[in-house]
């Protein structure tokens, strides 16, 4: 069974920055796409950033130049780096991954970001 477990989340003031980690039970090269969603309170699950096999990337127009998603197949890890964080940046993330044998989400990691 793959398992992804994120890490990272915390409190944060306005202006911030956090790390999130998502860390994958085997090796991810096997992955077709992995990818960062958030949930807020009340609203819907969204996608916050991708990143193909190919090394594409993808990010929703809110977090633009504010975040970044990245790799790094040795420790089978994929990261978020959010820079600039917004009050609207609170929710919980969750890390997805796509792989030939199916769809894995992670439990989630909650940011709060203060105003």
């Known amino acids: 069974q793959v398992q992804l477990v994120e890490s990272g989340g915390d409190l944060v003031q306005a202006g911030g920055s956090l790390r999130l980690s998502c860390a994958a039970s085997i090796n991810i090269y096997g992955f077709i796409t992995m990818a960062w969603h958030r949930q807020a309170p009340g609203k819907q699950r969204e996608l916050v950033a991708g990143l193909n096999s190919g090394g594409s990337t993808n990010y929703a127009d809110s977090v633009k130049g504010r975040f970044t998603i990245s790799r790094d197949n040795g420790k089978n890890t994929v990261y978020l780096q959010m820079n600039s964080l917004k009050a609207q940046d609170t929710a919980v993330y969750y890390c997805?991954?796509?792989?030939?044998?199916?769809?894995?989400w992670g439990r989630g990691t909650q940011v709060t970001v203060s105003s």
């Open positions: 997805y991954a796509r792989h030939i044998a199916g769809v894995y």
